[in-house]
C-alpha cells in the first residue's frame, strides 16, 4: 500500500512559476514508477508527466513539454512537478499517480489532489 500526498497548489498569475511535491509512505518508493495527472473543471483527468523508477527516464505532454519537469528523490520518497511559464490552461486540479507493473499484476495509487489556478 502506497498513500501520497500532494503539496505545493495555489493562485499564480500567468508566466509565474510553482513547484508541487508529491510525498508517498512506504518503504518501496523506488520501485514504482511516477506520474502527475491533472484535471480542469469539466474536463477528463488528462496526463501531464511520468518518471521512471530510478529517473533516468522523463516523458511529459505535449502541452507542458519545455515549461515543466518532473524530477524524484528516493531517499525523500518524494517526486515533484516544477511548473513554469505558467498559463492559464494550466489551471486543474493535479494528482500524484504511483504505477508498478509485474505481470500479470498491476499496482497504482492516486493522491487526493493539489489545486492549481493560474490567472490571466
Known amino acids: 500500500q502506497v498513500q501520497l500526498v500532494e503539496s505545493g497548489g495555489g493562485l499564480m498569475p500567468a508566466g509565474g512559476s510553482l513547484r508541487l511535491s508529491c510525498a508517498a509512505s512506504?518503504?518501496?518508493?523506488?520501485?514504482?514508477?511516477m506520474g502527475w495527472f491533472r484535471q480542469a473543471p469539466g474536463k477528463e483527468r488528462e496526463f501531464v508527466a511520468a518518471i521512471s523508477r530510478r529517473g533516468g527516464s522523463t516523458y511529459y505532454a505535449d502541452s507542458v513539454k519545455g515549461r515543466f519537469t518532473i524530477s524524484r528523490d528516493n531517499a525523500k520518497n518524494t517526486v515533484y512537478l516544477q511548473m513554469n511559464s505558467l498559463k492559464p490552461e494550466d489551471t486543474a486540479v493535479y494528482y500524484c499517480?504511483?504505477?508498478?507493473?509485474?505481470?500479470?499484476?498491476?499496482?497504482?495509487?492516486w493522491g487526493q489532489g493539489t489545486r492549481v489556478t493560474v490567472s490571466s
Open positions: 499517480h504511483a504505477n508498478l507493473r509485474i505481470w500479470p499484476n498491476k499496482w497504482e495509487y
Open positions: 512506504g518503504r518501496t518508493f523506488s520501485n514504482y514508477a
